[in-house]
């Protein structure tokens, strides 16, 4: 049984940072991808960044300047590193993981709220 536990979010002013992190539980498989995603109050989840198992990123345009994906694989977490961070920034984050052969993300966290002001 998967788990995914995010924490770090929290509320912070305008210009300031916050890293969030997600520990993997019971995930078996030495291949993956992981990403984070957001859901702002009020609109659709949209996606943030991704990582695999091979150490390849992807990032949505908008956030790739300020936003940074990395995995600490000997602890099994995902990390998400936000600078810069706006008030439009504030949303509800997640972090989901599938297999490689899984077409859609299969295991998610509960969400960490962050809040900039």
């Known amino acids: 049984h998967v788990q995914l536990v995010e924490s770090g979010g929290g509320s912070v002013q305008a210009g300031g940072s916050l890293r969030l992190s997600c520990a993997a539980r019971g995930y078996t498989y030495d291949t993956y991808c992981m990403g984070w995603f957001r859901r702002p109050p009020g609109k659709e989840r949209e996606g943030i960044a991704v990582i695999d198992s091979d150490g390849d990123t992807a990032y949505a345009e908008s956030l790739k300047d300020r936003f940074t994906i990395s995995v600490d694989n000997a602890k099994n977490t995902l990390y998400l590193q936000m600078n810069s961070l706006k008030p439009e920034d504030t949303a509800m984050y997640y972090c989901?993981?599938?297999?490689?052969?899984?077409?859609?993300?299969?295991?998610w966290g509960q969400g960490t709220q962050v809040t900039v002001s």
């Open positions: 989901a993981a599938r297999e490689t052969w899984q077409p859609t993300y299969n295991y």
